[in-house]
């Protein structure tokens, strides 16, 4: 009987940890809602911006090259500054993709960790909503900061954008703070943990997520090693010489020599960026597959289903960062089937979200033993 009660009591505490609005559910859903907005950014940042951006900042720092040859000091100082706009969006946009998908892998952790926490599910909540709040305000105020600038500011070299970027970081802080005290007061206490039927998972899909996602990690450290070792220092060295060949034409006054530097330099900027894009995709996509895992059992699809979006989430994950690799050699065939595996990835991210939203608590209500 007391077994009986204890195993009630354990289905109940599972059932209640993933309800509506609970502070799991609000994680797991917010997690996986910045995972895809970032993405679905990303995307759209590099089909229409990136590479139209990428051409500006070229042609500006030929421009300026050419004014130095000329020796007009003015038009020098006007490219350099246009070219500085330029990075400066780049930069922001880039900034906001990355905090975007950086805070829904905590949001995942966090939402893991959730039996672990010696806290109230109120206190729980507060502090979901005010992660989910900062985790949203500080990518969008970076966003802002571009087109914003100082206008109106009480400071002089930070702007209102800055400003509540800034406060969005402070409330994930303060958040992640806060659920680290938990976890340090359940541990500290000497509290038993209820069985966790997240981790608890062996469904077909979740062990396909697990397994691909650490390969991906594991294939995404092997080509890093690889960029280091073979890579890495010839890239330094031509980044010198290029560099010193560029300013030695343009003292020298000698256009023709300026241009092929430019080239030479925009080709070696060329080849570490997608590299290094390579490398960082893989290892991110390996990441969140093998988070995704322990969520599967809440997934409220078929099997079936359930196994081919894994399968297409891996397909995806896998595809987009070999066709970075390639798209110095095939150009914009190779971006777009690479932007071709990122909407993969995020077509799969959103079926599971879905299945998410629709989970009613019926696998916790199950009795211990019932097949599923």
Same mark, same amino acid.
């Given at each position: 009987?007391?077994?009986?009660?204890?195993?009630?009591?354990?289905?109940?505490?599972?059932?209640?940890?993933?309800?509506?609005?609970?502070?799991?559910?609000? /994680? #797991?859903?917010?997690?996986?809602?910045? $995972?895809?907005?970032?993405? &679905? *950014?990303? %995307?759209?940042?590099?089909?229409? !911006? @990136?590479?139209?951006?990428?051409?500006?900042?070229?042609?500006?720092?030929?421009?300026?090259?050419?004014?130095?040859?000329?020796?007009?000091?003015?038009?020098?100082?006007?490219?350099?500054?246009?070219?500085?706009?330029?990075?400066?969006?780049?930069?922001?946009?880039?900034?906001?993709?990355?905090?975007?998908?950086?805070?829904?892998?905590?949001?995942?952790?966090?939402?893991?960790?959730?039996?672990?926490?010696?806290?109230?599910?109120?206190?729980?909540?507060?502090?979901?909503?005010?992660?989910?709040?900062?985790?949203?305000?500080?990518?969008?105020?970076?966003?802002?900061?571009?087109?914003?600038? /100082? #206008?109106?500011?009480?400071?002089?070299? $930070?702007?209102?954008?800055? &400003? *509540?970027? %800034?406060?969005?970081?402070?409330? !994930? @802080?303060?958040?992640?703070?806060?659920?680290?005290?938990?976890?340090?007061?359940?541990?500290?206490?000497?509290?038993?943990?209820?069985?966790?039927?997240?981790?608890?998972?062996?469904?077909?899909?979740?062990?396909?997520?697990?397994?691909?996602?650490?390969?991906?990690?594991?294939?995404?450290?092997?080509?890093?090693?690889?960029?280091?070792?073979?890579?890495?220092?010839?890239?330094?060295?031509?980044?010198?010489?290029?560099?010193?060949?560029?300013?030695?034409?343009?003292?020298?006054?000698?256009?023709?020599?300026?241009?092929?530097?430019?080239?030479?330099?925009?080709?070696?900027?060329?080849?570490?960026?997608?590299?290094?894009?390579?490398?960082?995709?893989?290892?991110?996509?390996?990441?969140?597959?093998?988070?995704?895992?322990?969520?599967?059992?809440?997934?409220?699809?078929?099997?079936?289903?359930?196994?081919?979006?894994?399968?297409?989430?891996?397909?995806?994950?896998?595809?987009?960062?070999?066709?970075?690799?390639?798209?110095?050699?095939?150009?914009?065939?190779?971006?777009?089937?690479?932007?071709?595996?990122?909407?993969?990835?995020?077509?799969?991210?959103?079926?599971?979200?879905?299945?998410?939203?629709?989970?009613?608590?019926?696998?916790?209500?199950?009795?211990?033993?019932?097949?599923?």
């Amino acid at each position: 009987m007391a077994t009986s009660e204890r195993a009630i009591s354990s289905q109940q505490a599972a059932a209640a940890a993933f309800a509506p609005l609970s502070a799991r559910r609000l /994680l #797991t859903l917010a997690g996986i809602g910045m $995972i895809l907005a970032g993405m &679905i *950014f990303g %995307d759209i940042f590099a089909v229409f !911006v @990136l590479h139209q951006n990428a051409a500006r900042v070229g042609a500006g720092l030929a421009a300026a090259a050419t004014a130095a040859v000329a020796g007009d000091a003015g038009a020098v100082a006007s490219h350099i500054q246009n070219t500085g706009e330029f990075l400066e969006n780049r930069g922001t946009k880039v900034d906001t993709h990355v905090h975007l998908i950086a805070f829904g892998y905590l949001a995942l952790m966090l939402a893991l960790v959730q039996p672990w926490m010696a806290l109230s599910e109120v206190a729980r909540r507060r502090l979901a909503w005010l992660f989910v709040t900062g985790g949203v305000l500080l990518p969008v105020g970076v966003f802002l900061i571009h087109y914003v600038g /100082l #206008t109106h500011s009480p400071l002089q070299a $930070i702007g209102w954008a800055s &400003i *509540f970027a %800034d406060l969005g970081g402070l409330m !994930v @802080l303060v958040s992640t703070a806060g659920y680290l005290a938990g976890i340090i007061r359940h541990f500290g206490a000497g509290e038993p943990s209820l069985p966790d039927k997240l981790l608890r998972d062996q469904s077909t899909s979740g062990r396909w997520l697990l397994a691909g996602g650490l390969i991906l990690v594991l294939a995404g450290f092997i080509h890093g090693a690889y960029y280091a070792g073979v890579d890495l220092y010839r890239h330094e060295a031509a980044d010198y010489t290029i560099l010193s060949q560029l300013a030695s034409a343009a003292a020298a006054q000698n256009p023709a020599r300026v241009n092929q530097a430019l080239n030479d330099y925009g080709q070696l900027q060329g080849d570490k960026a997608v590299k290094i894009a390579a490398h960082a995709h893989i290892i991110e996509f390996g990441l969140l597959a093998m988070l995704l895992a322990f969520f599967q059992p809440y997934v409220q699809l078929g099997e079936t289903w359930k196994r081919r979006w894994a399968g297409i989430l891996l397909f995806g994950s896998l595809l987009l960062p070999v066709c970075v690799l390639l798209e110095m050699k095939y150009g914009l065939l190779a971006g777009g089937i690479a932007d071709t595996g990122g909407l993969l990835v995020i077509l799969a991210l959103l079926a599971m979200w879905i299945g998410i939203l629709r989970y009613s608590g019926s696998l916790d209500a199950m009795p211990s033993g019932v097949p599923r």
